[in-house]
Nanobody, 115 residues
Framework: QVQLVESGGGLVQAGGSLRLSCAASGIAFRTNVLAWYRQAPGKRELVARITTGGATNYADSVKGRFTISRDDAKNTVYLQMNSLKPEDTAVYYC??????????WGQGTQVTVSS
């Protein structure tokens, strides 16, 4: 059974930082592209993705502020979020692009940025 368990969300003031973690089980972690997505009311977007080789790409809205990384030994993917803005408020999910395409999601972690 695949499990992707996100943690690290919370309430933070604008300009602050949070580090999200996602612990994975039941998947071949090392051979999967991993990504962070976020869901705000009426909108879901891909925030960042990282390949098996460590190449990364980011949504324009978070470039220069967010950093995705992975630790294959721990089956964990991270999202370091700096200089947070109120518009970053959303539920954040980690996933593989394949599972996302089939609409399989975990419970996510809520990030709220106050102005």
């Amino acid at each position: 059974q695949v499990q992707l368990v996100e943690s690290g969300g919370g309430l933070v003031q604008a300009g602050g930082s949070l580090r999200l973690s996602c612990a994975a089980s039941g998947i071949a972690f090392r051979t999967n592209v991993l990504a962070w997505y976020r869901q705000a009311p009426g909108k879901r977007e891909l925030v960042a993705r990282i390949t098996t080789g460590g190449a990364t790409n980011y949504a324009d809205s978070v470039k220069g502020r967010f950093t995705i990384s992975r630790d294959d030994a721990k089956n964990t993917v991270y999202l370091q979020m700096n200089s947070l803005k109120p518009e970053d408020t959303a539920v954040y999910y980690c996933n593989t692009p394949t599972r996302a395409s089939y609409n399989f999601w975990g419970q996510g972690t809520q990030v709220t940025v106050s102005s």
